[in-house]
């Protein structure tokens, strides 16, 4: 009898032991991050816009992203991670899109002031379309 118990419990011993060891071993799924669409101009310009025909850094904070597309308003695009673009004078309006690798997309979008450059019209266009006047050089 004592045999029996005996090989009972180092039987139940092994299994529970094996049992424990595969779970601790078994592979751990990574989740992804979030996706987001998120993304910083650096400003050059009163702390509130650019320059007409400056080069602008578009820096992408994006979090969990395979793709992007980036929307100047102006009918122009880009695929690039952090394009740098030269935006003409007036409100540029910036759609940002992201893509996992799902297929689930996320976007923002920011409307960025251009001031105008030349000699006479050295000011900025509001988004009525009106002049506000000021040196930008």
């Not at 529970?16 to 060891?21: N, P, V």
């Not at 996320?106 to 960025?112: C, F, G, I, Y």
């Amino acid at each position: 009898m004592k045999s029996i118990l005996f090989t009972l419990f180092l039987h139940t011993f092994i299994v529970i032991g094996c049992s424990k060891s595969s779970n601790n071993n078994a592979p751990v799924k990574e989740e992804a991050p979030a996706l987001s669409a998120k993304f910083n101009v650096t400003l050059t310009m009163n702390n509130d816009g650019v320059k007409e025909g400056d080069d602008v850094l578009l820096v992408n904070q994006s979090a969990g992203a395979a793709s992007y597309r980036w929307e100047f308003g102006n009918g122009f695009s880009s695929t690039e991670k952090s394009p740098v673009y030269q935006f003409g004078c007036g409100t540029a309006n910036i759609k940002f899109t992201v893509t996992g690798a799902n297929g689930v997309s996320a976007s923002s979008t920011k409307s960025l002031l251009v001031y105008c450059k030349g000699k006479n019209n050295g000011g900025k266009i509001d988004n009525n379309g009106h002049m506000h006047t000021g040196d930008t050089g």
